[in-house]
């Protein structure tokens, strides 16, 4: 069945001291363009991201946020630099001495000074990361893509009685179209009978004329494309692979044999149902757009 190309997923995870919450959301696009943002300890697991979302995704614009909400106390490095702190010490001492301050250096007033005391995250273990990452980046996309799929059904169903009604009409004008060449022989030839009066037609070159007229606006092939083009489109919407351009594909020649029929038909009824079946096929591109 087809799938939406928009959609939202969240996932999360916990392991380790490590927790990540992953959210994905999409909207339609011709390509697929992931744009991903994530902690920068763990930059180095973006290949790995974009080509997991890549092997279940095919089409849409993908916002990935990726957040590192928990640390283990193992991930995190306390670094003292005791010359630094020394040489800071003797400094206030200095000031204190020579402004006739009041001693108060203590601990906290060192712990602020810059430098003396920095924090540092240690080095990810990228290969337990991206297995507990790719947990939440599961739980994400399998929501994602149920919604995808959800929405994708409520589409197909619509485009499939869409799709139904177009054929009927395309019934409708196959039905007429013999009758126009026969009610143009009825006209032609009363209207010569008039013009002509006592004067003997020339049955040939009547008929000529009528056989030029009934090649001229012969829609038979064009039906049977369209008939055929509309057969391809509802079978593909039964599919289980992105058929996205597939579907915009056909819209396209089904939009081209409809536009032969109405330049073609010389009749006011078919360009009626013409002009019924090119507001469904707009309708019908339109939700196309939306189709992974």
């Not at 060192?110 to 540092?120: D, F, Q």
């Not at 000529?208 to 012969?218: M, R």
């Not at 092939?221 to 058929?243: A, C, G, T, W, Y």
Request: hydrophobic share 35%.
């Amino acid at each position: 069945m087809i799938k939406s190309m928009t959609g939202y997923g969240r996932g999360s995870t916990e392991e380790d001291g490590k927790a990540f919450n992953v959210e994905i959301k999409a909207v339609n696009n011709r390509y697929l363009d992931i744009n991903i943002r994530l902690p920068k300890q763990i930059y180095a697991l973006e290949d790995n991201i974009r080509k997991y979302i890549a092997s279940r995704i095919s089409r849409g614009k993908i916002d990935v946020y990726i957040n590192q909400e928990k640390f283990s106390d193992d991930d995190i490095s306390i670094n003292v630099d005791e010359q630094l702190a020394k040489a800071y010490y003797d400094a206030f001492i200095m000031l204190r001495d020579r402004f006739n301050l009041k001693d108060d250096i203590a601990v906290s007033l060192l712990a602020k000074s810059p430098e003396v005391i920095t924090v540092e995250n240690k080095e990810e273990d990228l290969e337990k990361t991206w297995e507990i990452l790719s947990r939440a980046l599961d739980e994400a996309l399998d929501m994602f893509i149920d919604m995808r799929s959800r929405e994708g059904l409520k589409l197909s169903r619509d485009i499939q009685e869409r799709c139904a009604f177009i054929h009927r009409l395309v019934l409708d004008i196959e039905e007429r179209s013999p009758r126009v060449v026969e009610e143009y022989r009825e006209k032609i030839s009363q209207r010569v009978s008039e013009f002509l009066k006592d004067i003997e037609l020339d049955q040939s070159r009547l008929l000529n004329e009528i056989a030029f007229f009934a090649d001229k606006c012969n829609i038979t092939e064009e039906i049977v494309r369209l008939k055929s083009h509309i057969d391809q489109f509802v079978n593909s919407l039964l599919s289980s692979e992105p058929v996205g351009r597939k579907l915009d594909f056909l819209i396209q020649e089904m939009n081209r044999e409809t536009n032969t029929i109405g330049s073609k038909s010389n009749d006011l009824y078919i360009t009626k149902l013409v002009v019924e079946i090119k507001s469904e096929l707009e309708k019908i591109r339109e939700q196309v757009q939306n189709i992974e």
